[in-house]
């Protein structure tokens, strides 16, 4: 199995032009198939992840906007987990708790078209004079946050459904069930939602909420001038 795999490895480099020195093996049928789709992707995802126009000195209002929303949302958010009661097996849905599962489904639906606008207008330049190895890390950081905005909504979704609980959002419709009450092997679900949420999505917002500020107060730049409103 683990020669299968290797060989499989050095076909796809070799049929996606990697740089690496390995000896050559035919491309099978299957694996230009795989290709038609790889390739494509790989090509489109550093203009995602850069994402960059030069003549942008700030993002725009859209996006400052969604930023802005969005951070308002987690703060509601993270005030009503903390207040809600502990949802345990048999626990009713009580406002609070309900009220938890709309901001959740607003959330995942505002991070949505804040990344479809990140991807469709890119972003402004680095600063200059800021070392690279800050500007990777800030981009590492603010996709673990997009990630992290995708997937807490949709576990607090698998669970509430696990659970049986409706997900209702603000009483004006009631989000589709998509696991079975009980279903054996989903448990787990909750837990780490909470654990993500308490100890990577806040220590991530941390490190951005310090770094936006060591900018402003330590360097003097204007990478957080750029996302205020107005500017």
């Known amino acids: 199995m683990a020669k299968n795999i290797g060989t499989f490895a050095r076909r796809w480099f070799q049929t996606v032009?990697?740089?690496i020195d390995l000896p050559y093996v035919k491309p099978t049928p299957s694996l230009r198939k795989i290709n038609a789709w790889t390739i494509p992707f790989l090509q489109w995802l550093p203009k995602a992840t850069q994402g960059t126009q030069k003549d942008m000195t700030s993002y725009t209002?859209?996006?400052?906007?969604?930023?802005?929303?969005?951070?308002?949302l987690l703060i509601v958010q993270f005030a009503l987990a903390w207040t809600m009661p502990h949802i345990g097996r048999d626990t009713p849905v009580t406002t609070l708790i309900s009220l938890h599962f709309s901001f959740g489904v607003l959330i995942l639906l505002v991070a949505v078209l804040r990344l479809a606008w990140r991807i469709g207008h890119g972003e402004p330049e680095p600063e200059?004079?800021?070392?690279?190895?800050?500007?990777?890390?800030?981009?590492?950081v603010h996709w673990?946050?997009?990630?992290?905005?995708?997937?807490?909504?949709?576990?607090?979704?698998?669970?509430?459904?696990w659970r049986g609980m409706p997900v209702s959002?603000?009483?004006?419709?009631?989000?589709p069930k998509i696991m079975a009450t009980r279903a054996p092997g989903w448990a787990?679900?909750?837990?780490?939602?909470a654990f993500l949420s308490e100890y990577v999505l806040l220590v991530l917002v941390g490190l951005h909420v310090v770094a936006a500020l060591y900018h402003h107060f330590v360097r003097g730049d204007g990478v957080l001038r750029r996302m205020l409103p107005g500017t």
């Open 169 to 175: 959002f603000f009483g004006l419709f009631t989000m």
């Open 61 to 72: 209002g859209t996006a400052k906007a969604l930023h802005w929303t969005i951070l308002a």
């Open 17 to 19: 032009g990697a740089p």
């Open 144 to 161: 673990l946050l997009y990630a992290l905005l995708f997937l807490l909504p949709v576990l607090g979704w698998i669970n509430a459904s």
């Open 128 to 140: 200059k004079g800021i070392p690279q190895w800050q500007t990777m890390l800030a981009r590492i």
């Open 188 to 193: 787990w679900t909750g837990d780490v939602h």
